[in-house]
Structures are given as structure tokens and as C-alpha cells.
């Protein structure tokens, strides 16, 4: 492709001018756009008191089982009547 022939395919492309855009699309764009920050906004909502209700549940747990003490021992009877 010559100067020439790529020169005259830019003028051609630059006269014939923008293309049409449907009127309707910018209200589409912003109808879409407006539901996926709804979406992202209610999912990180759920996220979060997922999170928070997992901690509380953790916490509940430990509190009842008190896994941080050491269970009594079992081996050996205990004395009574001695």
C-alpha cells in the first residue's frame, strides 16, 4: 500500500463522518450501569454481614466449649469415701 492509497483511505474515513449512535443506547447504558452498582452494592451488604454472623457464631461457639481448657482426665477414677 502506497502513501497515497493509505492517505486517501484516511481522508475517506474522516469525511464520511461519526456514525450514528441510537438515541436510546445512552438510556440503556445508564439503566445497566445503575443495576450492576445496585448489584455489586447488595452483594458486598450480604458479604459483610455473612462475615460479621460467622464471627458471632464463632464466638458463641467458643464461649459455650471453651476449647482453650484442657478437658478433665479420665484415667484415673476419682477418690471418694477414702
Known amino acids: 500500500m502506497s502513501r497515497l492509497d493509505r ?10 463522518g461519526a456514525p450514528s449512535v441510537p438515541p436510546e443506547l445512552c438510556a440503556q447504558a445508564v439503566r445497566r450501569g445503575g443495576r450492576m452498582l445496585r ?21 458463641v461457639w467458643a464461649v459455650m466449649t471453651r476449647p482453650w481448657v484442657e478437658p478433665p482426665s479420665e484415667t484415673t477414677p476419682p477418690l471418694t469415701g477414702w
Request: charged fraction near 30%; glycine fraction near 0%.
Open 7 to 16: 492517505d486517501a483511505a484516511v481522508r475517506r474515513i474522516l469525511e464520511e
Open 39 to 59: 448489584r455489586r452494592v447488595i452483594a458486598r451488604r450480604l458479604m459483610w454481614l455473612l462475615l460479621c454472623a460467622a464471627a458471632v457464631a464463632f464466638v
